[in-house]
T-cell receptor, first 115, second 116 residues
Framework: NAGVMQNPRHLVRRRGQEARLRCSPM?????VYWYRQLPEEGLKFMVY????????ESGMPKERFSAEFPKEGPSILRIQQVVRGDSAAYFC?????????????FGSGTRLTVV | DQQVKQNSPSLSVQEGRISILNCDYT??????FLWYKKYPAEGPTFLIS?????DKNEDGRFTVFLNKSAKHLSLHIVPSQPGDSAVYFC???????????????FGKGTLLTVNP
Protein backbone atom coordinates (compact mmCIF):
# COMPACT_ATOMS: atom_id res chain seq x y z
CA ASN A 1 0.00 0.00 0.00
CA ALA A 2 2.40 2.62 -1.25
CA GLY A 3 1.87 6.22 -0.28
CA VAL A 4 2.23 9.24 -2.52
CA MET A 5 5.39 8.76 -4.54
CA GLN A 6 7.39 11.71 -5.74
CA ASN A 7 10.49 11.63 -7.86
CA PRO A 8 13.15 12.65 -8.05
CA ARG A 9 13.78 13.41 -4.39
CA HIS A 10 16.46 15.92 -5.30
CA LEU A 11 16.84 17.80 -8.55
CA VAL A 12 19.59 20.23 -9.51
CA ARG A 13 19.10 22.41 -12.55
CA ARG A 14 21.07 25.25 -14.05
CA ARG A 15 19.31 28.53 -14.71
CA GLY A 16 17.37 28.33 -17.94
CA GLN A 17 16.90 24.56 -17.90
CA GLU A 18 13.62 22.73 -17.48
CA ALA A 19 12.56 20.87 -14.36
CA ARG A 20 10.05 18.02 -14.38
CA LEU A 21 8.65 16.80 -11.10
CA ARG A 22 6.56 13.63 -10.96
CA CYS A 23 3.89 12.55 -8.53
CA SER A 24 2.04 9.24 -8.34
CA PRO A 25 -0.97 9.48 -6.01
CA MET A 26 -2.00 6.82 -3.55
CA UNK A 27 -3.94 3.93 -5.00
CA UNK A 28 -7.59 4.87 -5.29
CA UNK A 29 -6.90 8.60 -5.08
CA UNK A 30 -7.91 10.64 -8.11
CA UNK A 31 -7.33 14.14 -6.69
CA VAL A 32 -3.83 15.60 -6.77
CA TYR A 33 -2.55 18.85 -5.28
CA TRP A 34 0.83 20.52 -5.64
CA TYR A 35 2.26 22.76 -2.93
CA ARG A 36 5.53 24.66 -2.80
CA GLN A 37 7.57 25.42 0.29
CA LEU A 38 10.10 28.21 -0.02
CA PRO A 39 12.86 28.39 2.61
CA GLU A 40 11.56 29.50 6.02
CA GLU A 41 7.99 29.54 4.73
CA GLY A 42 4.88 27.41 5.01
CA LEU A 43 3.53 25.35 2.18
CA LYS A 44 1.66 27.32 -0.47
CA PHE A 45 -1.02 25.91 -2.74
CA MET A 46 -0.16 25.81 -6.42
CA VAL A 47 -2.61 23.66 -8.34
CA TYR A 48 -5.37 21.08 -7.96
CA UNK A 49 -5.90 18.44 -10.62
CA UNK A 50 -8.14 15.51 -11.28
CA UNK A 51 -7.51 12.99 -14.03
CA UNK A 52 -7.10 14.93 -17.30
CA UNK A 53 -8.45 18.13 -15.72
CA UNK A 54 -6.97 21.16 -14.05
CA UNK A 55 -9.51 22.23 -11.45
CA UNK A 56 -7.74 25.18 -9.87
CA GLU A 57 -4.37 26.63 -10.85
CA SER A 58 -4.78 29.91 -9.00
CA GLY A 59 -1.55 29.38 -7.05
CA MET A 60 0.63 28.75 -10.07
CA PRO A 61 2.90 31.50 -11.36
CA LYS A 62 1.48 32.74 -14.65
CA GLU A 63 4.58 31.98 -16.68
CA ARG A 64 6.94 29.03 -16.94
CA PHE A 65 4.89 26.72 -14.70
CA SER A 66 2.46 24.07 -15.90
CA ALA A 67 0.89 20.93 -14.49
CA GLU A 68 -0.88 17.93 -15.87
CA PHE A 69 -2.44 14.71 -14.63
CA PRO A 70 -2.94 12.44 -17.64
CA LYS A 71 -5.30 9.52 -17.85
CA GLU A 72 -2.38 7.18 -17.49
CA GLY A 73 0.75 7.87 -15.51
CA PRO A 74 1.81 10.30 -12.83
CA SER A 75 1.02 13.96 -12.42
CA ILE A 76 3.78 16.21 -13.74
CA LEU A 77 4.73 19.67 -12.57
CA ARG A 78 6.86 21.32 -15.21
CA ILE A 79 8.96 24.43 -14.72
CA GLN A 80 10.51 25.91 -17.82
CA GLN A 81 13.57 28.17 -17.85
CA VAL A 82 14.16 27.80 -14.13
CA VAL A 83 15.49 30.73 -12.09
CA ARG A 84 17.14 30.79 -8.65
CA GLY A 85 13.87 31.82 -7.03
CA ASP A 86 12.32 28.50 -8.09
CA SER A 87 14.58 26.70 -5.59
CA ALA A 88 12.17 25.16 -3.10
CA ALA A 89 10.64 21.94 -1.89
CA TYR A 90 7.68 20.88 -4.02
CA PHE A 91 5.17 18.62 -2.35
CA CYS A 92 2.43 16.64 -3.98
CA UNK A 93 -0.61 15.42 -2.08
CA UNK A 94 -3.52 13.20 -2.99
CA UNK A 95 -6.96 12.44 -1.65
CA UNK A 96 -9.89 10.20 -2.57
CA UNK A 97 -12.12 13.27 -2.88
CA UNK A 98 -11.87 17.01 -2.49
CA UNK A 99 -11.91 18.40 1.01
CA UNK A 100 -11.16 14.99 2.50
CA UNK A 101 -11.74 15.38 6.20
CA UNK A 102 -8.74 13.33 7.31
CA UNK A 103 -6.30 15.54 5.52
CA UNK A 104 -4.34 14.94 2.42
CA UNK A 105 -1.54 12.43 2.16
CA PHE A 106 1.64 14.18 1.14
CA GLY A 107 4.61 12.74 -0.64
CA SER A 108 8.16 13.24 0.60
CA GLY A 109 8.70 16.09 -1.82
CA THR A 110 11.16 17.05 -4.51
CA ARG A 111 13.84 19.48 -3.49
CA LEU A 112 14.72 21.62 -6.48
CA THR A 113 17.97 23.54 -6.44
CA VAL A 114 18.69 25.99 -9.23
CA VAL A 115 22.35 26.84 -9.64
CA ASP B 1 -0.73 38.92 3.85
CA GLN B 2 -0.41 35.90 6.10
CA GLN B 3 -3.82 34.45 6.80
CA VAL B 4 -2.51 31.72 9.10
CA LYS B 5 0.13 32.70 11.61
CA GLN B 6 2.30 30.63 13.87
CA ASN B 7 4.17 33.25 15.83
CA SER B 8 6.56 30.94 17.64
CA PRO B 9 9.24 29.60 15.28
CA SER B 10 10.40 27.15 17.93
CA LEU B 11 9.43 25.55 21.23
CA SER B 12 11.46 23.40 23.59
CA VAL B 13 9.89 21.20 26.29
CA GLN B 14 10.96 18.42 28.60
CA GLU B 15 9.86 14.87 28.00
CA GLY B 16 6.65 14.09 29.86
CA ARG B 17 5.51 17.72 30.02
CA ILE B 18 2.84 19.40 27.95
CA SER B 19 3.62 21.00 24.59
CA ILE B 20 1.31 23.81 23.47
CA LEU B 21 1.57 25.04 19.91
CA ASN B 22 -0.42 28.08 18.89
CA CYS B 23 -1.95 29.30 15.66
CA ASP B 24 -3.92 32.41 14.74
CA TYR B 25 -5.91 33.09 11.61
CA THR B 26 -7.40 36.18 10.06
CA UNK B 27 -9.77 34.89 7.37
CA UNK B 28 -13.32 34.54 8.72
CA UNK B 29 -14.16 32.15 5.88
CA UNK B 30 -11.93 29.45 7.37
CA UNK B 31 -14.06 26.78 8.99
CA UNK B 32 -11.82 23.74 9.07
CA PHE B 33 -8.41 23.49 10.66
CA LEU B 34 -5.71 20.85 10.54
CA TRP B 35 -2.37 20.19 12.17
CA TYR B 36 0.43 18.50 10.28
CA LYS B 37 3.70 17.17 11.59
CA LYS B 38 6.82 17.21 9.46
CA TYR B 39 10.16 15.51 9.93
CA PRO B 40 13.21 16.72 7.96
CA ALA B 41 13.33 15.48 4.35
CA GLU B 42 9.79 14.09 4.61
CA GLY B 43 6.39 15.35 3.61
CA PRO B 44 3.87 16.68 6.15
CA THR B 45 1.83 14.02 7.93
CA PHE B 46 -1.75 14.71 8.97
CA LEU B 47 -2.14 14.73 12.75
CA ILE B 48 -5.54 16.01 13.81
CA SER B 49 -8.28 18.33 12.57
CA UNK B 50 -11.21 20.31 13.90
CA UNK B 51 -14.31 21.78 12.35
CA UNK B 52 -15.52 25.23 13.35
CA UNK B 53 -18.68 23.72 14.83
CA UNK B 54 -16.54 22.23 17.59
CA ASP B 55 -14.22 23.79 20.12
CA LYS B 56 -12.23 20.70 20.98
CA ASN B 57 -11.09 17.50 19.34
CA GLU B 58 -9.00 14.84 20.99
CA ASP B 59 -7.00 11.93 19.63
CA GLY B 60 -4.81 10.11 22.10
CA ARG B 61 -2.08 12.44 23.33
CA PHE B 62 -3.13 15.18 20.91
CA THR B 63 -5.90 17.70 21.54
CA VAL B 64 -6.78 20.68 19.39
CA PHE B 65 -8.72 23.60 20.83
CA LEU B 66 -10.50 26.18 18.71
CA ASN B 67 -11.54 29.65 19.88
CA LYS B 68 -13.55 31.08 17.02
CA SER B 69 -14.14 34.48 18.56
CA ALA B 70 -10.41 34.97 19.01
CA LYS B 71 -9.58 33.23 15.70
CA HIS B 72 -7.11 31.12 17.59
CA LEU B 73 -6.36 27.44 17.82
CA SER B 74 -3.86 25.44 19.77
CA LEU B 75 -2.45 21.94 19.72
CA HIS B 76 -1.73 20.28 23.05
CA ILE B 77 0.53 17.24 23.27
CA VAL B 78 0.46 15.42 26.59
CA PRO B 79 2.76 13.84 27.57
CA SER B 80 5.42 15.00 25.14
CA GLN B 81 7.86 12.42 23.85
CA PRO B 82 11.24 12.84 22.12
CA GLY B 83 9.73 11.31 18.98
CA ASP B 84 7.35 14.27 18.83
CA SER B 85 10.29 16.51 17.90
CA ALA B 86 9.37 17.87 14.47
CA VAL B 87 7.99 20.93 12.72
CA TYR B 88 4.26 21.38 13.29
CA PHE B 89 2.18 23.21 10.71
CA CYS B 90 -1.23 24.67 11.27
CA UNK B 91 -3.45 24.77 8.17
CA UNK B 92 -6.92 26.07 7.41
CA UNK B 93 -9.52 25.74 4.69
CA UNK B 94 -12.98 27.07 3.87
CA UNK B 95 -14.89 23.79 3.56
CA UNK B 96 -18.43 24.83 4.16
CA UNK B 97 -18.47 28.55 3.60
CA UNK B 98 -18.46 28.37 -0.16
CA UNK B 99 -14.74 28.72 -0.53
CA UNK B 100 -12.32 26.23 -1.98
CA UNK B 101 -12.66 23.31 0.38
CA UNK B 102 -9.59 21.59 -1.05
CA UNK B 103 -7.18 24.50 -0.71
CA UNK B 104 -5.14 24.53 2.49
CA UNK B 105 -3.50 27.70 3.78
CA PHE B 106 -0.50 26.88 5.95
CA GLY B 107 1.33 28.73 8.67
CA LYS B 108 5.11 28.87 8.66
CA GLY B 109 5.45 26.14 11.23
CA THR B 110 6.80 25.72 14.76
CA LEU B 111 9.83 23.55 15.45
CA LEU B 112 9.12 21.48 18.56
CA THR B 113 12.05 19.95 20.40
CA VAL B 114 11.28 17.50 23.19
CA ASN B 115 14.30 16.95 25.40
CA PRO B 116 14.79 13.58 27.13
Amino acid sequence: NAGVMQNPRHLVRRRGQEARLRCSPMKGHSHVYWYRQLPEEGLKFMVYLQKENIIDESGMPKERFSAEFPKEGPSILRIQQVVRGDSAAYFCASSPNAGYSHGYTFGSGTRLTVV
Amino acid sequence: DQQVKQNSPSLSVQEGRISILNCDYTNSMFDYFLWYKKYPAEGPTFLISISSIKDKNEDGRFTVFLNKSAKHLSLHIVPSQPGDSAVYFCAASARLSGGSNYKLTFGKGTLLTVNP
